[in-house]
């Protein structure tokens, strides 16, 4: 690309995950602690909120799209919480089921768990770095 037509990265937008039943996927993200920002059923997508930015994750209903089952070979949405562990503990309790047991990271702690789907969906915290993470 030439110095002319090279553009600047501003940020995030939203991330697009393929669900196969908008109302079930806003219930299970619902039950995982995810507030629903707008819902256009007629057009099948819903978007949730991540923290107080204006993107966040935009559930996009594809017809015939069924359940994966993770761990597939395709990227994964991380966002950062303040405690991953306790992240984890409240998942569990709302019936969401957890890849795997928290596991510490270089900067603290990381859980991840997937959609009915396949979409997998990690959450991070920054407890052994904080100055890195968004509440120093």
Same mark, same amino acid.
């Given at each position: 690309?030439?110095?002319? @037509?090279?553009? @600047?990265?501003?940020?995030?937008?939203?991330?697009?995950?393929?669900?196969?039943?908008?109302?079930? &996927?806003? =219930?299970? *993200?619902?039950?995982?602690?995810?507030?629903?920002?707008?819902?256009?059923?007629?057009?099948?997508? &819903?978007?949730?909120?991540?923290?107080? @930015?204006?993107?966040?994750?935009?559930?996009?209903?594809?017809?015939?799209?069924?359940?994966?089952?993770?761990?597939?070979?395709?990227?994964?949405? !991380?966002?950062?919480?303040?405690?991953?562990? &306790?992240?984890?503990?409240?998942?569990?309790?709302? /019936?969401? =089921?957890?890849?795997?047991?928290?596991?510490?990271?270089?900067? /603290? !702690?990381?859980?991840?768990?997937?959609?009915?789907?396949?979409?997998?969906?990690?959450?991070?915290? *920054?407890?052994?770095?904080? @100055?890195?993470?968004?509440?120093?």
């Amino acid at each position: 690309m030439s110095d002319d @037509e090279s553009y @600047e990265l501003l940020g995030f937008d939203n991330v697009l995950l393929p669900v196969g039943d908008l109302g079930r &996927a806003v =219930e299970f *993200y619902g039950r995982a602690g995810f507030a629903v920002g707008f819902r256009l059923d007629e057009a099948g997508i &819903a978007q949730l909120k991540v923290g107080a @930015e204006t993107p966040g994750i935009l559930l996009c209903a594809e017809d015939g799209f069924g359940h994966r089952p993770p761990p597939w070979p395709f990227p994964r949405v !991380w966002l950062e919480v303040a405690d991953a562990r &306790a992240a984890a503990r409240g998942l569990t309790a709302a /019936g969401v =089921e957890l890849l795997d047991a928290p596991s510490p990271a270089a900067t /603290g !702690w990381t859980v991840e768990f997937a959609d009915p789907w396949g979409n997998v969906i990690g959450l991070t915290d *920054y407890t052994k770095r904080p @100055e890195l993470g968004r509440r120093p």
